[in-house]
T-cell receptor, first 111, second 113 residues
Framework: GENVEQHPSTLSVQEGDSAVIKCTYS??????FPWYKQELGKGPQLIID?????GEKKDQRIAVTLNKTAKHFSLHITETQPEDSAVYFC??????????FGPGTRLSVLP | NAGVTQTPKFQVLKTGQSMTLQCAQD?????MSWYRQDPGMGLRLIHY???????DQGEVPNGYNVSRSTTEDFPLRLLSAAPSQTSVYFC????????????FGQGTRLTVV
């Protein structure tokens, strides 16, 4: 079955710097890759997603890139702000299957 | 719109007790699922349902039962609680299983002593 790895497990950046979180997946049939943000005491919330027919997607300060050949995808956050501090999860899904989540990255944005 | 509602938010059980975690969604989603979240392990799928009357096991189903009598509700039952079931439980729903936003509830923090 699918296995998703995520690095780093913790990440601290200065406010205004960029943050990058990387995930790798094992199942070449996976075709949907969402990123979720989980704030303290809350459930995960979708922030951006990408499908396998697209290499990059951007939404304001957040972007996701996908390399299908290497089976990895990354989340890029530019101009980080304190409110970006949270746990971020990547996930992979192949049609008809279930989401497989990475173990999470705790991002701290230092003022 | 309420989205996905989970109750209770917190629960303490004694070993061997049983209980039901409630989950309801008002988005008419066919697909619903239960996850447990443990430190450093991400979200692991317990059970899922692709529609009313249909349920299936996920990655870590042992010790849990589910049923799906309506589209809206997907309760998770702990049959005989064990300390290993101490975790945070999340219910999620999505339109279909083919990719698209999954909406999560606020979670239930369960402690088994």
């Amino acid at each position: 079955g699918e296995n998703v790895e995520q690095h780093p497990s913790t990440l601290s950046v200065q406010e205004g710097d960029s943050a990058v979180i990387k995930c790798t997946y094992s199942d070449s049939a996976s075709n949907y890759f969402p990123w979720y943000k989980q704030e303290l005491g809350k459930g995960p919330q979708l922030i951006i997603d990408i499908r396998s027919n697209v290499g990059e997607k951007k939404d304001q300060r957040i972007a996701v890139t996908l390399n299908k050949t290497a089976k990895h995808f990354s989340l890029h956050i530019t101009e980080t702000q304190p409110e970006d501090s949270a746990v971020y999860f990547c996930a992979a899904l192949s049609s008809g299957q279930n989401f497989v989540f990475g173990p999470g990255t705790r991002l701290s944005v230092l003022p | 719109n309420a989205g996905v509602t989970q109750t209770p938010k917190f629960q303490v059980l004694k070993t061997g007790q049983s209980m039901t975690l409630q989950c309801a969604q008002d988005m008419n989603h066919e697909y619903m699922s239960w996850y447990r979240q443990d430190p450093g392990m991400g979200l692991r799928l317990i059970h899922y349902s692709v529609g009313a009357g249909i349920t299936d096991q996920g990655e870590v189903p042992n010790g849990y039962n589910v049923s799906r009598s309506t589209t809206e509700d997907f309760p998770l039952r702990l049959l005989s609680a064990a300390p290993s079931q101490t975790s945070v439980y999340f219910c999620a729903s999505s339109y279909q299983q083919i990719g698209g936003e999954a909406f999560f509830g606020q979670g239930t923090r369960l402690t088994v002593v």
